[in-house]
Nanobody, 116 residues
Framework: QVQLVESGGGLVQAGGSLRLSCAAS???????MGWYHQAPGKQREYVAS???????NYAESVTGRFTISRDNAKRTVYLQMNSLKPEDTSVYYC???????????WGQGTRVTVSS
């Protein structure tokens, strides 16, 4: 059974930092991993991604503030979030792409709240 478990969300003041983690388990080979976020009443939006080879990509809104990384041995992806803003408040979902077929697995989400 495939499972992605996120951790690290919470409440932080504007300008602060949080580090999200997402560990994948189950019998599948992973290609790209990454993060989306979804604010109340809005669509899920892309945040960042990282390939199995370490190539990264970021949404313009987080470039320079967030850093994505992964540990392939631990099948874990991280999102270091610095200089947080109130508009970063959202539920953050990690995902993992199956390496062979077009399947995207999702975590359950972790809430990030940034107070002003």
């Amino acid at each position: 059974q495939v499972q992605l478990v996120e951790s690290g969300g919470g409440l932080v003041q504007a300008g602060g930092s949080l580090r999200l983690s997402c560990a994948a388990s189950g019998s599948f080979s992973i290609n790209t991993m990454g993060w989306y976020h979804q604010a109340p009443g809005k669509q899920r939006e892309y945040v960042a991604s990282i390939t199995s080879g370490g190539s990264t990509n970021y949404a313009e809104s987080v470039t320079g503030r967030f850093t994505i990384s992964r540990d392939n041995a631990k099948r874990t992806v991280y999102l270091q979030m610095n200089s947080l803003k109130p508009e970063d408040t959202s539920v953050y979902y990690c995902y993992a792409d199956h390496i062979a077929v077009s399947i995207k697995y999702w975590g359950q989400g972790t809430r990030v709240t940034v107070s002003s």
